[in-house]
């Protein structure tokens, strides 16, 4: 069965630091997101990609994050100057047509220390 | 107000029993609800969806919307100890992208 995948599974950086979650989405689906969860409350949107530009996102996606599709592949999360609130579990997410039906990969935990 | 709105339990229920989730929420442009199940340090796995108003069976597991009240329920018969998990609300307008979840209700399914 086809599923999302993501690496690394756990990314420790320091404060100030840059860094690149990647997600390979299901290969037929067009539409592709990153969620966060910080440690125990819930998931939050942060952005979503279509026919590679951004399609919607949150408050929380401002400048020092960015979204990439590399190639035909991969899908990336950078951000750009790590804080200490960036520390959660990221998650990749895709889908077809159908929005409403998203897929989840099994997340990267972040720590920035 | 929060836009979804879901009781964090833990819910503890003895195997067998049937279990009942809900959340509410505030917003009348979502049209598409969806429930997942998370395991712990895991993605969100989808359950099950609906759109607009109605109830939606597969297997052991029921959902039912109820727009009107803006009401939104998971029910599990014969709850097994698998079942073990949080169950995450979500809602989406339609054409939207943004799914908003609701906090996840922590079940425990005790054999």
């Known amino acids: 069965e086809p599923e999302v995948t993501q690496t690394p599974s756990h990314q420790v950086t320091q404060m100030g630091q840059e860094v690149i979650l990647r997600c390979v989405p299901i290969?037929?689906?067009?539409?592709f997101y990153w969620y966060r969860q910080i440690l125990g409350q819930k998931v939050e949107f942060l952005v979503s990609f279509y026919n590679n530009e951004i399609s919607e996102k949150s408050e929380i996606f401002d400048d020092q994050f960015s979204v990439e599709r590399p190639d035909g592949s991969n899908f990336t999360l950078k951000i750009r100057s790590t804080k200490l609130e960036d520390s959660a579990m990221y998650f990749c997410?895709?889908?077809?047509?159908?929005?409403?039906?998203?897929?989840f990969g099994p997340g990267t935990r972040l720590t920035v220390t | 107000q929060k836009e979804v709105e879901q009781d964090p339990g833990p819910l503890s229920v003895p195997e067998g029993a049937i279990v009942s989730l809900n959340c509410t929420y505030s917003n009348s442009a979502f049209q598409y609800f969806m429930w997942y199940r998370q395991y712990s340090r895991k993605g969100p796995e989808l359950l099950m969806y609906t759109y607009s108003s109605g109830n939606k069976e597969d297997g052991r597991f029921t959902a039912q919307v109820d727009k009107s009240s803006k009401y939104i329920s998971l029910f599990i018969r014969d709850s097994q100890p698998s079942d073990s998990a949080t169950y995450l609300c979500?809602?989406?307008?339609?054409?939207?992208?943004?799914?908003?979840f609701g906090a996840g209700t922590r079940l425990f399914v005790k054999a």
């Open positions: 290969s037929n689906h067009l539409y």
């Open positions: 997410a895709s889908s077809d047509r159908e929005t409403y039906e998203q897929y």
């Open positions: 979500a809602t989406l307008r339609t054409g939207g992208f943004k799914t908003i």
